[in-house]
């Protein structure tokens, strides 16, 4: 594994490279949770897998986290900070491969929002927050279902069953745009992390086909 720092608008970045065994056929870019780190139990699985699978993995702490603050800056700041990254990977260790984008939870979001700027051809979705926890006074805030529809790309949302951010209603899917995946679990995703990992692997199989191998990346 190798540890970069990228420079974006609030401070540096940090990206945890993960090569590819053997000739890289794609990238996978994955941000963390808003109160997490990029050791989740997920990501982790995840990222071993798509190695062992041809796909080089660089998992994203944003600057906040970098800098020691547990606070979440607001949506526009961690896009802000993700797109510089991106165009740094594409430009750096992930050079001439298609990169598909993700994270769990908070990172999954920011993935959804920025994947047309940034030029994901796909989108990771693990435990997609997609409704806020009700308030003190029973409200809730709306749904994020449409960050997850404006994607524009193929995307695969990981969730929990009993998962307490929710679940994408069955009426609500849209096969030609999204897939979700439902798992054992809750929003932290640890009870099966092996079944995730071989989901996600399956889905990566689709969009980075075994045959299209580029570059490995450094």
């Known amino acids: 594994m190798t540890v970069m720092e990228l420079d974006t608008p609030h401070g540096p970045a940090r990206a945890h490279l993960h090569p590819a065994t053997g000739a890289a056929r794609g990238g996978l ?14 990501l982790v699985a995840v990222t071993a897998a798509a190695v062992a699978a041809g796909v080089s993995v660089a998992l994203v702490e944003q ?4 800098a020691g603050k547990k606070s979440t800056p607001p ?3 961690l896009d802000e900070a993700w797109i510089p990254v991106l165009a740094a990977l594409r430009d750096g260790p992930l050079a001439g491969l298609p990169v598909v984008c993700g994270g769990r939870s908070s990172g999954a ?6 994947a047309t700027a940034v030029g994901a051809v796909a989108v990771l979705c693990l435990a997609f ?4 926890p009700a308030r003190r006074d029973g409200t809730s805030g709306p749904s994020r ?12 949302v990981v969730q929990g ?27 932290g995703l640890k009870k099966d992390v092996r ?3 071989d989901t996600v692997v399956a889905w990566l199989d689709d969009r980075l086909p075994l045959g299209a191998s580029g570059p490995e990346a450094r």
């Open 29 to 42: 870019v994955l941000g963390h949770g808003a109160g997490g780190s990029v050791t989740a139990p997920d």
């Open 63 to 66: 600057p906040y986290r970098v």
């Open 75 to 77: 949506a526009p700041k």
């Open 109 to 114: 979001r920011v993935a959804c929002r920025t």
């Open 129 to 132: 927050p997609l409704q806020p």
């Open 145 to 156: 279902l449409p960050e997850l529809a404006g994607a524009g790309v193929p995307t695969l």
């Open 161 to 187: 069953v009993n998962d307490r951010f929710g679940m994408v209603d069955d009426d609500a899917q849209d096969p030609a745009r999204w897939t979700v995946a439902r798992v054992p679990g809750d929003h």
């Open 195 to 197: 079944g995730i990992a």
